[in-house]
């Protein structure tokens, strides 16, 4: 059985060690920090991931995007058959382990974050529902059922948890609504635009006949939306410092 294509041949390009190694230790990280972990651990996997996924973005548009905007297109795809692997999925664990992370830890923060479930809430379908919405958009998928299902239970879980809460509603620190707005058009671009794209550039890749210039095309859009990113996770950590600092 071919495993051209799939998810297990996308971690054979990665290499199986780095693919299993990157998902594994994210999900057991934020399974630690998110039950047994001290408060201070617990930060110390929030920060830590936001670190590693803020740098890489700001590197990959900084550094590494000029660079690869001096090669030929040729160049430039095979660059990308070689990194997109590896960042499919080391990029969404990062991302998932300072999301989830930083939203447990607020939680978990006693007084901190009032109010919190109803703005969660919101924040949930502000932050899935577009996102699938682009992913059916780049896949041209709104007519596949598969899509269709996901879609639809994403809409009504959403849909759902606000209904729940909405009669709680009342405000919150005006910080946790920038931070949560925020982080909603990082998951967003982040699994609604860059992770198809390396999806797309991965089934390019797997293609009998790779579109070279394509690959290259979704490789500096990536690249160029890495840095865009990189802004909003910036503005994230000035919040976060806020939060610590700015006597709440």
Request: glycine share 10%.
């Given at each position: 059985?071919?495993?051209?294509?799939?998810?297990?041949?996308?971690?054979?390009?990665?290499?199986?060690?780095?693919?299993?190694?990157?998902?594994?230790?994210?999900?057991?990280?934020?399974?630690?920090?998110?039950?047994?972990?001290?408060?201070?651990?617990?930060?110390?996997?929030?920060?830590?991931?936001?670190?590693?996924?803020?740098?890489?973005?700001?590197?990959?548009?900084?550094?590494?995007?000029?660079?690869?905007g001096g090669l030929d297109v040729e160049?430039?795809?095979?660059?990308?058959?070689?990194?997109?692997?590896?960042?499919?999925?080391?990029?969404?664990?990062?991302?998932?382990?300072?999301?989830?992370?930083?939203?447990?830890?607020?939680?978990?923060?006693?007084?901190?974050?009032?109010?919190?479930?109803?703005?969660?809430?919101?924040?949930?379908?502000?932050?899935?529902?577009?996102?699938?919405?682009?992913?059916?958009?780049?896949?041209?998928?709104?007519?596949?059922?598969?899509?269709?299902?996901?879609?639809?239970?994403?809409?009504?879980?959403?849909?759902?948890?606000?209904?729940?809460?909405?009669?709680?509603?009342?405000?919150?620190?005006?910080?946790?609504?920038?931070?949560?707005?925020?982080?909603?058009?990082?998951?967003?671009?982040?699994?609604?635009?860059?992770?198809?794209?390396?999806?797309?550039?991965?089934?390019?890749?797997?293609?009998?006949?790779?579109?070279?210039?394509?690959?290259?095309?979704?490789?500096?859009?990536?690249?160029?939306?890495?840095?865009?990113?990189?802004?909003?996770?910036?503005?994230?950590?000035?919040?976060?410092?806020?939060?610590?600092?700015?006597?709440?």
């Amino acid at each position: 059985m071919s495993i051209r294509g799939t998810v297990r041949g996308l971690a054979e390009r990665a290499n199986p060690a780095f693919a299993v190694g990157v998902v594994g230790a994210s999900l057991l990280a934020l399974v630690y920090a998110s039950t047994v972990a001290n408060t201070i651990h617990h930060t110390y996997v929030h920060v830590l991931a936001g670190v590693l996924w803020t740098g890489i973005d700001v590197f990959i548009a900084v550094v590494l995007g000029p660079v690869l905007g001096g090669l030929d297109v040729e160049q430039r795809a095979d660059v990308f058959r070689r990194l997109t692997p590896k960042t499919s999925f080391l990029l969404p664990s990062l991302a998932t382990v300072t999301i989830a992370g930083g939203i447990t830890l607020a939680l978990r923060l006693p007084g901190l974050f009032s109010h919190a479930h109803v703005w969660l809430a919101i924040f949930t379908f502000v932050a899935l529902v577009p996102t699938l919405l682009l992913v059916g958009w780049q896949f041209d998928a709104f007519r596949d059922w598969r899509w269709q299902a996901w879609f639809g239970v994403v809409l009504l879980g959403s849909l759902a948890y606000l209904a729940a809460t909405l009669p709680d509603f009342a405000w919150t620190e005006p910080v946790f609504v920038v931070a949560l707005a925020i982080v909603a058009v990082l998951n967003v671009l982040g699994f609604g635009v860059l992770m198809p794209g390396e999806v797309r550039m991965y089934k390019q890749m797997t293609s009998e006949n790779p579109d070279t210039q394509l690959i290259a095309d979704i490789g500096m859009r990536n690249a160029k939306l890495g840095g865009v990113q990189g802004a909003f996770q910036l503005a994230v950590v000035a919040t976060m410092v806020y939060i610590r600092w700015g006597g709440f």
